[in-house]
Antibody, heavy 115, light 110 residues
Framework: QVQLVESGGGVVQPGRSLRLSCAASGFIFNSYDFHWVRQPPGKGLEWVALISYVGSYEHYADSVKGRFTVSRDNSKNTLYLQVNSLRLEDTAVYYC????????WGQGTLVTVSS | QAGLTQPPSVSKGLRQTATLTCTGDSDNVGNQGATWLQQHQGHPPKLLLYRNNHRPSGISERFSASRSGNTASLTITGLQPEDEADYYCSAWDSGLSARVFGGGTKLTVL
């Protein structure tokens, strides 16, 4: 069955960096686009980034453009989100979601930015 | 980035019908149609419907969607206690080259 497992979250100081991962299994990884979506505690969903199935294009939300980078390793069936220059407002659960319609989601990984 | 507009809350009685709305513009809902997601507290979102009214396998036929111009609607018939959740609409915005979400509607089943 389709599985997406995020990892890499944690507590980090403002200005620091993290790399989030999303390990995929149960389907042909390099056939699908992927999204990163985040959800601040008690708030709604916010789209973060999209990467195409072969990594040929990426799109970002304005709020993260220039600070976050999405990438993928199709040989490892893994999606990544490099998050740099973290701000307090980046505190959220970060989800990866498969394909353009976001049919499958992981359980999320919590990033807490705090001094 | 501008988001889609959803009412913050809707309350309906058990076994009644709820209709949730999502308003965007011609670059998103009016162009690409809307995706609808359900999220129960403490759980990841779950896809209910996409491209207006395509239902993934395993999703109840009590959930249906439609679109009129730049407004998409999610209709849930025969409301059950387990339908109490947050509902989000989303669409690809061709003008922004970005995915946009609505703020979510909290559905309460009385």
């Amino acid at each position: 069955q389709v599985q997406l497992v995020e990892s890499g979250g944690g507590v980090v100081q403002p200005g620091r960096s993290l790399r989030l991962s999303c390990a995929a299994s149960g389907f042909i990884f390099n056939s699908y686009d992927f999204h990163w979506v985040r959800q601040p505690p008690g708030k709604g969903l916010e789209w973060v980034a999209l990467i195409s199935y072969v990594g040929s294009y990426e799109h970002y939300a304005d709020s993260v453009k220039g600070r976050f980078t999405v990438s993928r390793d199709n040989s490892k069936n893994t999606l990544y989100l490099q998050v740099n220059s973290l701000r307090l407002e980046d505190t959220a659960v970060y989800y990866c979601a498969r394909d353009s319609e976001m049919e499958y989601w992981g359980q999320g990984t919590l990033v807490t930015v705090s001094s | 980035q501008a988001g889609l507009t959803q009412p913050p809350s809707v309350s309906k009685g058990l076994r009644q019908t709820a209709t949730l709305t999502c308003t965007g513009d011609s670059d998103n809902v009016g162009n690409q149609g809307a995706t609808w997601l359900q999220q129960h507290q403490g759980h990841p979102p779950k896809l209910l419907l996409y491209r207006n009214n395509h239902r993934p396998s395993g999703i109840s036929e009590r959930f249906s969607a439609s679109r009129s111009g730049n407004t998409a609607s999610l209709t849930i018939t025969g409301l059950q206690p387990e339908d109490e959740a947050d509902y989000y609409c989303s669409a690809w915005d061709s003008g922004l080259s970005a995915r946009v979400f609505g703020g979510g509607t909290k559905l309460t089943v009385l």
